[in-house]
């Protein structure tokens, strides 16, 4: 993440020095370079080998249709999910919260989606399937990071648009741990009689005792919000 990092740096160095230059042109800058840093950002997010694990993982547990890399474009999910009547869909990928609403977002193949155009999406599918979302996952970075104008981010959106539950993140997780912390979550969830936040719990104390990720940084930033049952 440290090229995510220096990204963001130089863009507010940037937006700084324009600023003390002529202050005048700090807002019409602003407005022009915003589609421009979702997509820079976007760029330098480095790939998740994990993902594909995990998804396989998951599949093993659950029949699932699975979107991987070109098949994870934007249009395809607005596709599947207004045409799917799938109960439970998980997102594996890059995610970023910001003060701003445009600027926090989970990344698409093609480009990024902010928390506005996510909650769209979630909208339009209320209005032309039959199933509700019973669990969203957003496997990603942030996902529950949220502020006083956004309470728990992302996940916080998808439960406005919807979705019964949302599990979530709390701060930026290790693609190789968040793999394995998944497939244990849906092996807890669809083998065992337990409710959501039992999964959960479950999963988080079987990683404490007996994984090499025992350390609360790899298992303690997942959170369920919504239906905890």
Known sequence: MASYTEAVDTLQSLRQDIASINPDLQFSFRDSIEPVYRQFVALLLQPLPNVTVELNEIQATLPSEILLDQDFS?????????????????????????????????????????????????????????????????????????????????????????????????????????????????????????????????TQRTFLEKTEFQHPFFWAPYTLVGNWL
């Open 74 to 202: 934007t249009t395809t999910l607005q596709e599947r999910l207004a045409s799917a009547d799938f109960p439970i869909i998980h997102l594996a990928t890059h995610g970023q919260f910001s003060s701003k609403a445009e600027n926090t977002f989970i990344l698409a193949w093609d480009r990024a989606i902010n928390v506005i155009e996510l909650d769209e999406i979630l909208q339009s599918r209320t209005t032309t399937t039959q199933t509700g979302i019973d669990l969203f996952v957003l496997s990603a970075c942030q996902t529950a990071t949220g502020d006083n104008r956004a309470t728990l981010g992302l996940a916080g959106v998808a439960v406005k648009a919807g979705a019964s539950s949302t599990l979530a993140t709390l701060w930026s997780v290790s693609d190789r741990a968040t793999a394995s912390f998944m497939s244990q979550f849906y092996r807890e969830l669809t083998q065992t009689n337990l409710t959501r936040s039992e999964a959960l719990r479950h």
